[in-house]
């Protein structure tokens, strides 16, 4: 006999045929969760919330940009008290960078199995540790050891701070609020010569000079501890790697004093338990469009920071090049300049024509740039011959790392990879870009010792045009969902296709 009653299944099934039918229920549920706060993220207005995120993500990335750069006047200095050699020199300014190039991979990958907000705690925690012990250290190689130790931390927060940003953000301002959190960066580049100068105008002493300079950066690693404590997990990670689309849209709802909308029901759906990250969703460079990304970010980032950081680490021997009696207040008032003058407008000219330039078309245009200032410098000898002339091209190459690859290496990587192996993609890219920053570091010097100032620049223009060529890897996301952008990656559309879509939209 046939059972009766009102049961929504046919009678003829079992019952493990209506466990199944539950839980497609159960799992079209989950999906339609996720979907939702997808869309509302990607089509949400510039609201508060937006601001908040990227005021918190930018405080980590202040203190980043702080305590790198600061490192310049902190290694002249010591390098005078302590008389150091030229290699001594180098380990004290590239040591954080090498640091940098761990941590971004170590912490990277851990953001993509935990969370990005433990995570991000957690690298701003090793910063304050690694700012005040590099502050107290007794000789240079403790110096050496702390500085390594705050770098970790430093590379952690590259990956975290960009992809908690873009995952925050709407489809139409991403690379606009990404940039942002990477223009902090310029607070940090005047801030440190700032402090410098006040303090070596105030007479207090090289040793404690540089010994506040470096404690100093611990200051705005505390306040990241607490604000970031204040923000919920990144809201597409938890829906789309942990299962939990509801409580992210309740979270997302209450953070953005609802701006985005509370979901109708934040009950946890029965049956339904967060899913353990899938295999396919991870960073395989066996599969040749994943191998492309990882190629186009990190070797693009790779030969950007063999350049700039380079340049930019080593310029107080630059410009000892270009007047040899320059002191060091005199260094410090020609970057201090440069930076003013020339990258803090290029920084505000990513924020504004970013999104509508298009993320890849603004990093092939810097990158040309700065071949051309480059070749300019090495093929003009009348350019390295006058303090003027150089500062006027040299930064004028300032203006195009910032409106260009300086912040499109930041921001490409937090959207062109998939949610579950997002922070592991930007570790990759970011730690290779800062062992690319290393090796700058120690190369840089050493070429102007040997070959001279020019010669050098000309391996600078090499590198800018490797940077060109390996842009051409990476699809154009200004305009698209991430989820749009991320799709060629888990062979969901054509490679192209993304390409042709942004052409059209621009």
Do not use: C
């Amino acid at each position: 006999m046939q059972p009766k009653g009102n049961s929504p299944l046919p009678p003829h099934l079992g019952a493990g045929s209506a466990l199944r039918h539950k839980e497609a229920g159960t799992d079209h549920a989950e999906r339609s969760r996720k979907d939702d706060l997808a869309q509302a993220l990607d089509e949400a207005p510039l609201s508060r919330f937006h601001r908040k995120a990227v005021v918190v993500s930018g405080m980590g990335f202040f203190t980043d940009a702080y305590d790198l750069f600061v490192i310049s006047t902190v290694a002249a200095l010591v390098s005078s008290e302590w008389h150091l050699s030229t290699a001594e020199t180098s380990w004290v300014s590239g040591a954080a960078v090498l640091g940098a190039f761990i941590g971004a991979v170590i912490f990277g990958r851990l953001a993509d199995r935990f969370g990005r907000k433990k995570v991000y705690a957690l690298v701003a925690s090793v910063m304050v540790a690694g700012a005040l012990l590099s502050a107290l250290a007794p000789n240079v190689l403790v110096l050496v050891l702390t500085r390594l130790l705050l770098g970790l931390g430093i590379g952690g927060d590259y990956p975290v701070s960009a992809v908690l940003m873009s995952e925050y953000s709407n489809r139409r301002d991403r690379g606009r609020l990404v940039s942002m959190v990477f223009s902090m960066q310029a607070l940090g580049l005047i801030v440190g010569p700032l402090i410098a100068l006040a303090l070596l105008e105030a007479h207090v002493g090289h040793d404690l000079t540089w010994r506040l300079l470096l404690g100093l950066g611990a200051l705005p690693a505390l306040s990241v501890i607490y604000f970031r404590t204040k923000m919920p997990e990144s809201p597409r990670f938890q829906a789309e790697v942990q299962g939990r689309a509801a409580k992210a849209a309740e979270e997302m709802a209450i953070f953005s004093k609802g701006a985005l909308p509370a979901p109708s029901s934040s009950r946890p759906v029965p049956g339904v338990v967060p899913p353990a990250m899938p295999r396919e969703g991870r960073l395989r460079l066996t599969d040749l469009r994943m191998l492309k990304l990882v190629v186009g970010t990190a070797g693009a980032w790779f030969v950007f920071d063999y350049a700039y950081y380079g340049n930019t680490l080593s310029l107080p021997v630059i410009l000892k090049g270009v007047d040899p009696g320059a002191d060091v207040t005199a260094k410090l008032v020609w970057s201090l300049a440069m930076f003013v003058v020339f990258a803090v407008p290029g920084y505000a000219a990513a924020i504004w024509w970013m999104d509508r330039i298009g993320h890849r078309r603004l990093q092939s245009l810097g990158f040309g740039a700065l071949v051309l200032a480059f070749f300019a410098l090495f093929a003009v000898p009348a350019l390295t011959a006058s303090i003027g002339a150089f500062i006027a091209v040299f930064g004028l190459s300032y203006f195009f790392v910032e409106f260009g690859p300086n912040t499109t290496t930041f921001v490409l990587p937090s959207e062109v990879f998939p949610v579950y192996s997002r922070t592991t993609g930007h570790g990759v890219a970011a730690g290779l870009g800062k062992l690319g920053a290393f090796v700058g570091v120690f190369l840089v010097p050493a070429l102007d010792a040997r070959f001279g100032l020019r010669p050098m620049l000309a391996i600078a223009a090499v590198a800018a045009g490797i940077g060109l060529l390996l842009t051409r890897l990476l699809p154009e996301p200004a305009q698209r969902t991430l989820r749009q952008v991320s799709a060629h990656s888990q062979r969901v559309e054509p490679f192209g296709a993304l390409e042709d879509e942004a052409e059209r939209v621009a």
